[in-house]
């Protein structure tokens, strides 16, 4: 079986996040850092101090001491001690980090006028990384007093101090410890009232909710659309409208393109053959997986095994 039983879990899983987490940084005075852009998606979160986040195309927003932040293919942006500061690279700055920190302008006074920040990358497969980044708006900013703040700011701490530990497997930590922030921050995204349509939100519907769950949790059962109203308790009609407008696909299609979608993962990887892989994503024969696999990814499953075998691996940037 290809499915888990938590869609989230399936598809960070999916993506395969390659994590880069910068050293933390401690500024203060005036000072700005200018961050190119990035698919697929930044986190940070301040420790101390405040700063503000300026992205193109959107107005200067004043970060505080415990806030969190998420950018979801994010266009370059800056952070600044103010809006109209002068900025430099992030990347020459990050480049003459030691021991896990940075620090720009003179050393503060008083502790508390010290900023302390921590952010950092996770990119995604390619193939793959539609799944979430097409759900994430280009900002979300989860505020210390928000419910899900203090858990966020305490991760935050975490992985800051984990940075500047260099302890043996601290990038291990380090990249395990962002990943659950990410998914802290999309389920903080989630719950939302103004989130926007998408199998992300639509968890939290209680009816539509569980026929996702249940297609995850068994990929390969033949799902037909009265079985899955069925799981959701509502009338067929009813959940096909609804599945749609949570969603964005009709409820069938998404269960094709979520079978797609791990078939091309299997193939890359070439951890089942291609008979192996009908059965395993609900197909009776092996030419109607074909069929359906050429339909919505546009070249046979042998033809796209065969490119990924020669596709060169993702490399991984060295600041974040």
């Known amino acids: ?5 938590d869609p989230v879990a399936d598809a960070i899983s999916l993506l395969r996040p390659r994590t880069v987490v910068g050293p933390s940084l401690h500024a203060a005075g005036e000072w700005g850092l200018r961050f190119d852009q990035f698919p697929h998606v930044r986190i940070g979160g301040l420790v101390r101090g405040s700063c503000w986040l300026v992205l193109d195309g959107h107005a200067p927003v ?3 001491e415990g806030d969190t932040f998420m950018l979801g293919n994010p266009p370059p942006y800056v952070l600044a001690s103010t809006p109209g500061a ?8 990050w480049a003459r980090a030691e021991d896990g920190s940075v620090r720009i302008g003179p050393e503060p006074e008083e502790p508390e006028e010290d900023l302390y920040l921590c952010v950092g990358h996770i990119a995604f497969d390619d193939g793959n990384a539609s799944l979430l980044t097409d759900l994430l708006p280009p900002l979300v900013i989860v505020r210390a007093a928000d419910p899900r703040g203090l858990e966020l700011g305490q991760l935050i701490a975490l992985l800051a101090s984990e940075v500047e530990a260099t302890a043996a497997g601290g990038p291990l930590v380090e990249s395990h410890l962002a990943q659950i922030l990410l998914v802290h921050m999309l389920r903080a995204h989630a719950g939302r009232t103004d989130r926007p349509t998408g199998w992300l939100g639509a968890l939290n519907e209680d009816g539509i909710g569980a026929a996702l769950r249940a297609v995850h949790a068994d990929v390969a059962h033949s799902w037909t659309l009265q079985e899955l109203a069925d799981v959701s308790h509502m009338s067929r009609s009813a959940f096909a409208q609804a599945f749609k407008s949570h969603v964005g696909v009709p409820p069938l299609d998404y269960l094709i393109r979520w079978r797609m979608n791990l078939a091309r993962d299997a193939l890359a990887r070439g ?3 291609i008979s192996e892989l009908a059965r395993a994503t609900g197909y009776q ?5 074909s069929t359906a696999f050429r339909r919505v990814v546009g070249s046979s499953p042998s033809a796209f095994r065969d490119q990924a075998r020669t596709a ?3 490399t991984r940037r060295a600041t974040a």
Do not use: C, K
């Open 312 to 314: 060169p691996e993702p």
């Open 271 to 273: 951890t089942l053959s």
């Open 1 to 5: 079986m290809l499915g888990f039983s």
């Open 285 to 289: 024969s092996e030419s109607a997986f």
């Open 62 to 64: 004043l970060l505080h």
């Open 86 to 93: 002068r900025t430099r690279p992030a990347e020459q700055v």
